[in-house]
């Protein structure tokens, strides 16, 4: 329902969630979004009052959405798990709840290049500098080749994936149980997918 009563189908938008402040770079995003070639949309999950806020819809490009806050838990988790990638540009250091939260979701996500966030994502995102030349480009490329390649999916299954994406269908988490000293290769104990109970669990944590 929520994807419907914002125009949206799934694996169809890019998800921008933040405040509308100079810090967290919206303005940059939207700009650079605005100069890619794609029918796909740009939601702005956001809200702000001052005038920098109310500089940011660009009416004219009817592929960039500005529905306000989003505060509703369930339709914050239907959106970051629809959409094609989540941009995060908070500059702020720290590690971002936000950037941990759609990596929590298994949303590809394209963060700023900071120390932290850099840390945070590894190989499992793409990073970027403060220009609109190379968020722009990085967009591109992730529209291009969607990633396969880097994380070594093999082609006979792409396919298969891209069709799951837009049929839209169930999703299902497992856990891999590893064991790891720091001394050798992680070896692998057991692959579960019938009763995971978390996304990461280790002794440090338990």
């Given amino acids: 329902a929520a994807l419907d009563e914002l125009g949206l189908e799934p694996r169809r938008y890019f998800l921008y ?31 702000g009052t001052d005038a920098y806020a109310k500089s940011l819809p660009n009416r004219k490009d009817p592929r960039i959405l500005f529905p306000g806050g989003i505060y509703d838990a369930d339709e914050v988790k239907v959106l970051h798990h629809n959409c094609y990638f989540l ?14 939260k759609a990596m929590g979701f298994g949303v590809c ?18 990073t970027y500098q403060l220009s609109v030349d190379d968020i722009r480009a990085k967009m591109r490329d992730l ?4 990633l396969f390649d880097q994380f070594l999916i093999p082609t006979q299954y792409r396919d298969y994936l891209r069709r799951s994406w837009e049929e839209d269908q169930h ?6 149980d590893l064991a790891f000293d720091g001394s ?18 280790a002794a440090v944590v338990q």
Avoid at 26 to 44: G, I, N, Q, S
Avoid at 110 to 126: C, H, S
Avoid at 171 to 176: A, D, L, P, Q, V
Avoid at 184 to 201: D, G, I, S, V
């Fill in 109 to 126: 996500a394209m963060t700023l290049d900071t120390p932290d966030n850099a840390y945070a994502i590894r190989d499992a995102g793409v």
């Fill in 184 to 201: 050798f290769q992680p070896k692998l104990l057991e692959y579960n997918a019938y009763t995971p109970t978390a996304l990461l669990e």
């Fill in 17 to 47: 969630v933040t405040r509308f402040e100079p810090e967290n770079n919206p303005l940059m995003v939207r700009r650079a979004f605005e100069a890619v070639e794609t029918d796909m949309k740009l939601l702005f999950g956001g809200s």
């Fill in 143 to 146: 529209l291009d080749h969607e």
């Fill in 87 to 100: 941009l995060h540009g908070n500059q702020p250091g720290g590690t971002s709840l936000g950037l941990l």
């Fill in 171 to 176: 999703t299902i988490y497992g856990r891999f």
